[in-house]
């Protein structure tokens, strides 16, 4: 029989549930299990924890939770952990991992996967005037980063597993190498077969976010059975590069085309060019099926040589950043909490000046359940809820600036807006802002190391013999805009299309699926850039250089529209109540346009 590789996905972030592992482990009948924990955000929090807790710094979440509550099965089941749980401290995480299995009575041989961790490198990186590859931003002072940390790729992973290890444990690898190395390791797939490393990168970010490829967050969400059970993603690999996406049988959830089309597309900006270490892939072509109930099979990735650089992101500190909430009850609660919310801030710039002190650098108000993250989109009845949460948030370079923020912040309960019932649950809080930092540097001046079993070896990647060249990259034609003879009416996007949205950084993009082939160009035609850009306009708000821009998926029936500069800064360093994109997609699904009666009739 052809030799088939099956691989769980049980977290797709720090703080997924405990609840994935032992269900995976229960029915998965799995080979690996892979645990995605480093976010962007996730990284500048690990940063400042260790510089406080050197011994600190990786996934407590893995090694305490998933790790300790499931010795005895991985042990009897010889199922392989892949995972990022090391984060800025793979040693650290697996002495954690040896002291908890040896406890309970157990032994796992434990690999090591370093070499990403960049902070000794930060003063030449430096010197040499290196900028933001996004917005040409100046390099951050070293005193004030967090964390200097280059993506790594599958192929250490998969050196690992050749090694002999049960368990492999690394630092900041792309989410989609934890799945990519064990099948480079399984099926020999080297980095001169693009169209297999592309493949085995698309099977890896299917189920890099957990239950999101099993029902979770998918626009039918209503179709999506027994949300406290749901199944998290199980992937049957093949040689040839194709792959089902299933789930323990008994569990909640749902895996169908739609529900895998949207994870295909999360998180995504151009699909023909989604630069990782080990390729660049081409997911245009890219199309699911139906294979049994709960069954969905992925065939059709492409892929390019790589580029021969690594993205190296860095995460700083760049001042601080105070986020409150003030609750209001009452009639005309929305009007009552905006002004409100604006006498405090109005209060706090007087304070200031009288200090000597800058004003704030930035400010934001946004009264939570009148729809104030809709911009102009939101509909003018909103704001005649009574009840509402002010959500405030201030920037300033001061921490102690914010601090009079902070004690100003309850006063308006007895002194400012009728219905204000205080907020019990805590202090609100002042953090350091965590800006990103991202440039490219040359792969072969990084070398990964391995150490597992007391043996230490080195896998450097050189560079491509040809390295990609976007020019070899054929996009596909767009089809002439759609005429109709009859008449035409109005229908809500949510009738006609599925969709998904993600954050990657200061940006974000919306995967756009015809519910039916014949929609797609309906779709397209009132999708353009321009629109899109209007429908969002409040989200560009402080941009230097917003744009949309539409990429084609005919595989899928899709489009993928990636918006550009729309997120205030993004993750840690933007004070929007929707930061990682999340409700974007919900957002636009609002969106009316015009189609053939005849075709929705």
Request: hydrophobic share 45%; with cysteine; glycine share 10%.
């Amino acid at each position: 029989m052809a030799k088939v590789v099956r691989i769980g996905g049980a977290g797709g972030f720090l703080g997924d549930s405990s609840v994935a592992a032992p269900q995976l482990l229960k029915g998965g009948k799995l080979d690996y299990m892979i645990l995605d924990y480093l976010a962007e955000a996730t990284m500048s929090a690990l940063g400042q924890l260790k510089a406080a807790r050197p011994d600190q710094g990786f996934a407590r979440d893995f090694t305490d939770w998933v790790w300790k509550d499931n010795l005895a099965e991985l042990k009897a089941q010889g199922v392989k952990i892949i995972t990022n749980a090391g984060g800025l401290n793979p040693r650290a995480c697996r002495a954690r991992m040896e002291e908890l299995a040896a406890a309970a009575g157990f032994k796992f041989k434990i690999a090591v996967v370093e070499g990403d961790d960049l902070m000794d490198r930060l003063p030449a990186m430096s010197a040499q005037g290196m900028t933001e590859m996004f917005t040409g931003a100046a390099f951050p002072d070293p005193k004030r980063v967090f964390t200097a940390n280059a993506y790594l790729g599958g192929a250490p992973i998969a050196e690992a597993l050749a090694a002999g290890a049960d368990m492999v444990i690394t630092g900041r690898v792309v989410d989609s190498a934890l799945a990519l190395g064990a099948l480079m390791h399984e099926f020999g797939w080297t980095e001169a077969q693009p169209d297999l490393i592309s493949a085995g990168s698309l099977a890896g970010h299917v189920i890099e976010c957990g239950a999101q490829a099993t029902g979770g967050l998918f626009t039918d969400w209503e179709d999506v059975p027994d949300w406290a059970h749901i199944g998290y993603p199980v992937i049957e690999c093949h040689a040839d590069g194709s792959f089902v996406v299933t789930k323990p049988p008994g569990t909640g959830g749902l895996v169908s085309p739609a529900a895998v089309a949207e994870q295909i597309l999360y998180e995504v900006g151009d699909p023909q060019g989604y630069a990782l270490p080990d390729v660049v892939c081409d997911w245009t072509a890219v199309q699911v099926a139906q294979d049994g109930a709960d069954r969905v099979r992925v065939t059709g990735a492409k892929g390019y040589a790589p580029s021969g650089k690594y993205k190296v992101c860095i995460t700083h500190e760049d001042g601080y950043r105070f986020i409150g909430a003030m609750p209001v009850v009452g009639r005309d609660a929305a009007r009552k909490a905006e002004r409100q919310a604006d006498a405090v801030l109005e209060r706090l710039g007087e304070m200031l000046r009288d200090r000597n002190l800058p004003p704030l650098r930035d400010r934001r108000v946004e009264l939570l359940g009148a729809e104030a993250s809709y911009g102009a989109q939101a509909r003018p009845e909103a704001m005649a809820v009574r009840e509402v949460v002010a959500r405030v948030g201030a920037e300033h370079e001061s921490a102690e600036a914010l601090g009079l923020l902070a004690r100003e912040f309850a006063s308006p309960t007895t002194s400012m807006s009728v219905g204000s019932t205080g907020w019990f649950g805590g202090a609100p809080t002042i953090t350091p802002v965590a800006r990103v930092f991202s440039v490219l540097v040359p792969r072969e001046e990084l070398t990964a190391t391995i150490e597992v079993g007391g043996e230490t070896r080195q896998v450097k990647a050189d560079p491509p013999p040809r390295p990609h060249d976007p020019a070899d990259v054929v996009r596909p034609t767009e089809p002439d805009a759609p005429s109709a003879d009859g008449p035409m009416v109005k229908r809500q996007l949510i009738e006609l299309a599925w969709a998904r949205s993600g954050d990657k950084g200061d940006a974000f993009n919306i995967g756009v699926i015809a519910r039916k082939p014949a929609y797609l160009p309906w779709i397209r035609k009132a999708l353009t850039p321009e629109a899109v850009m209007g429908f969002f306009a409040h989200e560009f708000e402080g941009a230097d250089d917003p744009k949309v821009v539409r990429y084609e998926l005919p595989g899928l029936e899709a489009i993928n529209l990636h918006c550009i500069q729309a997120l205030g800064g993004g993750q840690f360093s933007s004070l929007r109540l929707d930061p990682l994109a999340k409700g974007k997609a919900q957002q636009l699904l609002d969106m009316e346009i015009e189609v053939p009666a005849a075709l929705v009739s």
